[in-house]
């Protein structure tokens, strides 16, 4: 099994920053690819962006391009996504997510087997 837990959400006014944080944690958890999604309220969840462990392969959704950065540390194997020029768009539940013994990025959540509990952007006008 594969643990995450994620941080580093919050309230924030439109046009600042925020970053998430996700730590993973299980036994002979490696070479794996990390993602982020969101669910806006009363929305589906969608994709924001993935990375796999090593770093060499990012994708991004379109609404994030140029705004959002994703980013990981193999060595605490944690995952990052730096969100800058937030609208209230952005206003969702963000969940962190592992695709293992995976390790190619995948854009759809059926791709990810294991998810943490989410933590919540809200952006203020």
Same mark, same amino acid.
């Given at each position: 099994?594969?643990?995450?837990?994620?941080?580093?959400?919050?309230? =924030?006014?439109?046009?600042?920053?925020?970053?998430?944080?996700?730590?993973?944690?299980?036994?002979?958890?490696? %070479?794996?690819?990390?993602?982020?999604?969101?669910?806006?309220?009363?929305?589906?969840?969608?994709?924001?962006?993935?990375?796999?462990?090593?770093?060499?392969?990012?994708?991004?959704?379109? %609404?994030?391009?140029?705004?959002?950065?994703?980013?990981?540390?193999?060595?605490?194997?944690? =995952?990052?996504?730096?969100?800058?020029?937030?609208?209230?768009?952005? #206003?969702?539940?963000?969940?962190?997510?592992?695709?293992?013994?995976? #390790?190619?990025?995948?854009?759809?959540?059926?791709?990810?087997?294991?998810?943490?509990?989410?933590?919540?952007? #809200?952006?203020? %006008?």
């Amino acid at each position: 099994q594969v643990q995450l837990v994620e941080s580093g959400g919050g309230l =924030v006014q439109a046009g600042g920053s925020v970053r998430l944080s996700c730590a993973a944690s299980g036994r002979g958890f490696s %070479s794996y690819a990390l993602g982020w999604f969101r669910q806006p309220p009363g929305k589906e969840r969608e994709f924001v962006a993935a990375v796999d462990w090593r770093g060499l392969n990012a994708k991004y959704a379109d %609404s994030v391009k140029g705004r959002f950065t994703i980013s990981g540390d193999t060595a605490k194997k944690s =995952v990052y996504l730096q969100m800058n020029s937030l609208s209230l768009e952005d #206003t969702a539940l963000y969940y962190c997510a592992a695709r293992w013994p995976q #390790t190619t990025v995948d854009d759809t959540s059926s791709g990810y087997k294991f998810w943490g509990q989410g933590t919540r952007v #809200t952006v203020s %006008s």
